[in-house]
C-alpha cells in the first residue's frame, strides 16, 4: 500500500461546481497537510496547510483533515476556468533533529469549463 | 522579491551523458531540496541541502548528486543518463527546511534522455 493515495483523475466540472479532491494516507505519523496547485509548465505552489484535524478555510477554498481515518480533502466553491490546475496534497512528518519526511500525492487533474 | 530560478528550463541528452542543473533559490532561503517529477511516479523527493550540507537523501541510485554553495545556490548532477531520467526536475526553497514548512519552487527543469 503506497503512503498517500490520490485519484489521478482527470476530473472536469462546469463553471461554479464545488470540487472535492481526496487523498488517503497509511502512515499515522504524518503532521503536517499541505495542498499544492500546478499549473502547466509551471512549479507547485501551496494552497492550503494546515497540521490539526478539522477544517480551514481560505477563501473559496477549504482543507479538511480527519487523521483518524487518514483522509485529506481540498474543496474548491464557486469553480472557476482559472482554477484548471493539477492538485497535488502532501504530508509530512518530523523525526529526530532535523529529518523530516515530506511525500506528495501523484496529483489530480482539474479543468473547469466555462 | 524574486522566486525561485531553476537553469536551464529545457534540455536534450542521449543515454550515457551528464547533466548538470543549477537552482537559485530565495534570497534569505538557506534550504534547497530538489525533485523529479514523472506522470507515473508523481514527485519523488532527490535530496536536500542546507547550509552546503546534504541534511536528507531519496532513493535514487549514486548518480543522482547534489552540492550547496555559500550563497545557497545549488546543483544537481546526474551522470551516466538512462532513458527513464527524462522528468521534469524541480527545485524548492524554504527558509529552514520542508518539515512542515512552506516550499517555494521553481517552475523546472525539463529533461529529455533519448
Known amino acids: 500500500q503506497k503512503e498517500v493515495e490520490q485519484d489521478p483523475g482527470p476530473l472536469s466540472v462546469p463553471e461554479g461546481a464545488i470540487v472535492s479532491l481526496n487523498c488517503t494516507y497509511s502512515?499515522?505519523?504524518?503532521?503536517?497537510f499541505m495542498w499544492y496547485r500546478q499549473y502547466s509548465r509551471k512549479g507547485p505552489e501551496l494552497l492550503m496547510y494546515?497540521?490539526?484535524?478539522g477544517n480551514k478555510e481560505d477563501g473559496r477554498f477549504t482543507a479538511q483533515v480527519d487523521k483518524s481515518s487518514k483522509y485529506i480533502s481540498l474543496f474548491i466553491r464557486d469553480s472557476q476556468p482559472s482554477d484548471s490546475a493539477t492538485y497535488l496534497c502532501?504530508?509530512?512528518?518530523?523525526?529526530?533533529?532535523?529529518?523530516?519526511?515530506?511525500?506528495f500525492g501523484k496529483g489530480t487533474l482539474l479543468t473547469v469549463n466555462p | 522579491k524574486a522566486g525561485v530560478t531553476q537553469t536551464p528550463r529545457y534540455l536534450i541528452k542521449t543515454r550515457g551523458q551528464q547533466v548538470t542543473l543549477s537552482c537559485s533559490p530565495i534570497?534569505?532561503?538557506?534550504?534547497v531540496s530538489w525533485y523529479q517529477q514523472t506522470p507515473g511516479q508523481g514527485l519523488q523527493f532527490l535530496f536536500e541541502?542546507?547550509?552546503?550540507?546534504?541534511?536528507n537523501k531519496g532513493n535514487f541510485p549514486g548518480r543522482f548528486s547534489g552540492r550547496q554553495f555559500s550563497n545557497s545556490r545549488s546543483e544537481m548532477n546526474v551522470s551516466t543518463l538512462e532513458l527513464g531520467d527524462s522528468a521534469l526536475y524541480l527545485c524548492?526553497?524554504?527558509?529552514?527546511?520542508?518539515?512542515?514548512?512552506?516550499?517555494?519552487f521553481g517552475e523546472g527543469s525539463r529533461l529529455t534522455v533519448l
Open positions: 494546515t497540521y490539526s484535524s
Open positions: 534570497s534569505g532561503h538557506r534550504s
Open positions: 541541502y542546507f547550509s552546503e550540507t546534504q541534511r
Open positions: 502532501a504530508m509530512s512528518l518530523r523525526w529526530g533533529g532535523s529529518n523530516y519526511k515530506l511525500t
Open positions: 524548492a526553497s524554504s527558509l529552514v527546511g520542508p518539515s512542515g514548512g512552506e516550499l517555494f
Open positions: 502512515n499515522s505519523a504524518f503532521q503536517y
